[in-house]
């Protein structure tokens, strides 16, 4: 069996995530495929048996749990082997997982690497990165009032080309209160950075477009490092007119069927914000469809006096009106950057 350092297997092998699926799902290696020799339940199963009975009763457990699963195994190995050629397969940290199933398909002919120190050495690779990536770049930071499609516009700016950081993407979180409204939990913090580090990594201009965030977004917060040269970075402004910023919220916080739901759960985080009557009120809204409505009020009566509150604090480089058109506002932009800020490094 072969093993190799996530620094030599990067560019050239495809991985393969043997651990549980809720240690796949809390982050792992950017494109792996999880492949679990066990269960999280098995796993552990087999952790309480190594504690009580020992370590060889762990390890008989684990081969009777793990055997009836490698033809189911085979198959697919068989398959990843035929679409991307070389194989590394890890573990959480190069232990007996991943051992065991490198070693079991080379023993019979189809080369399967380990990747030395499994999941924990790829883990130090991002953390030992983003402060470095951090230090090359320059931040030209979005402002605005909610839902003046931020997010929207970083995509399209993406999409022209230009080097983009979307904090709000790689937490799974809009960042509000009410961020996580149809598009599920927020990731974890290791898989947050794992996303700012795949997007940093491939940033290939001296400035990196971003949206204004808090310290927190969700349940994850950006690391000090990059908070700190956001901050210090060129900050515009966009703004729209407040129904166009409608329009543009009810595309996003409308996408799933549980919506309104949804929606009337999350507005109890409010609760120290607005009145319980007033709050009652927008349940009631809502739960007849009334996104607007809410929307607007939301807005109007706490969202925009809290942000605007600190955006005059802010001596903005440049502002752009925009509307629901977000490549319309990317080229805008574009074309500033390139005038005024490109030209000038």
């Known amino acids: 069996m072969n093993t190799l350092k996530y620094t030599e297997a990067k560019e050239k092998f495809f991985f393969i995530d043997v651990r549980s699926p809720s240690e796949y799902e809390d982050d792992t290696i950017t494109g792996a495929i999880n492949i679990p020799l066990m269960t999280d339940e098995e796993r552990k199963l087999i952790g309480t048996t190594y504690v009580q009975v020992g370590k060889t009763e762990a390890k008989r457990l684990g081969v009777n749990l793990i055997s009836p699963k490698m033809p189911e195994m085979f198959e697919q190995v068989i398959d990843l082997k035929y679409k991307h050629g070389q194989l590394a397969a890890f ?34 690779e991002v953390i030992d990165a983003l402060p470095k990536l951090n230090d090359k770049i320059n931040y030209i930071m979005l402002n605005g009032n909610t839902g003046v499609g931020k997010t929207n516009i970083l995509q399209s700016l993406r999409n022209l080309g230009c080097s983009v950081l979307d904090l709000e993407g790689a937490a799974n979180h809009r960042g509000s209160m009410l961020g996580s409204i149809g598009i599920g939990k927020c990731n974890s913090q290791k898989k947050f950075e794992t996303k700012i580090y795949d997007q940093l990594i491939k940033a290939d201009d001296n400035f990196v477009f971003v949206e204004a965030e808090s310290q927190k977004i969700g349940s994850v917060s950006i690391p000090k490092f990059i908070s700190d040269k956001m901050r210090n970075g060129v900050q515009i402004f966009i703004e729209a007119d407040i129904q166009d910023r409608i329009v543009n919220l009810k595309k996003d916080y409308t996408i799933s069927d549980d919506w309104i739901s949804e929606s009337i759960r999350a507005m109890d985080m409010l609760n120290k914000y607005i009145s319980k009557d007033r709050l009652e009120l927008l349940k009631n809204e809502i739960s007849m469809g009334n996104f607007d409505f809410v929307a607007r009020e939301l807005m109007e009566k706490y969202y925009d006096p809290m942000y605007n509150f600190k955006s005059d604090k802010i001596n903005y480089a440049a502002k752009f009106k925009t509307s629901t058109d977000s490549d319309r506002t990317a080229m805008e932009i574009l074309k500033w950057y390139e005038k005024d800020v490109k030209t000038k490094q």
């Open 91 to 124: 573990c959480a940290r190069g232990g007996y997982r991943s051992t065991y199933f490198a070693s079991v398909f080379s023993s019979i002919g189809i080369p399967v690497f380990q990747l030395e120190g499994g999941y924990k050495s790829y883990r130090s």
